[in-house]
């Protein structure tokens, strides 16, 4: 049985921090619909470092000021096939983060993608949820009501 008392509730939309790419108050999209977490980036590019695949990627973190670009890079962890809503299916890169959000703290795994035509630079999917949050879809915000 789950331990629904243990979880935190959260709203459609919320803001989170990944410390590792230093990018704080990210407003998200929480979708239970979507399986896999992606984050938005542009200039993608891979290298290799101590014989392990890196990526290297533009963030616009500042959805209110998207002339703000700062360059960030990842270990890839691997790649995977999705089928994003469009249904169109492409290969993505995956990197492993940690995330805060809520005051809680925990890795996720992030596929990279061109999301210039949606809302919000990340979507946060089931996979990333899991055990963690309940979601209320009527709300926005609730962790960070400002």
């Not at 108050?25 to 891979?46: C, F, K, M």
Request: aromatic share 4%; glycine share 4%; proline share 3%.
């Amino acid at each position: 049985m789950t331990q629904i008392a243990e979880k935190q509730l959260v709203g459609a939309l919320e803001k989170c921090d990944l410390p590792a790419l230093a990018i704080e108050a990210l407003h998200i999209r929480v979708d239970t619909g979507a399986t896999t977490s992606s984050l938005h980036v542009d200039n993608l590019e891979e290298f290799e470092q101590d014989n392990e695949l890196w990526v290297s990627f533009d963030i616009h973190p500042d959805i209110h000021n998207v002339s703000r670009v700062i360059r960030r890079q990842a270990q890839v962890l691997g790649k995977k096939r999705v089928k994003s809503s469009t249904a169109t299916r492409e290969r993505r890169y995956v990197i492993q983060t940690p995330i805060v959000l809520g005051g809680q703290r925990w890795d996720i795994q992030l596929t990279l993608t061109d999301r210039s035509e949606m809302t919000y630079l990340m979507l946060l999917g089931r996979e990333a949820m899991a055990g963690r949050l309940i979601v209320d879809p009527e709300h926005d915000y609730m962790l960070a009501p400002d």
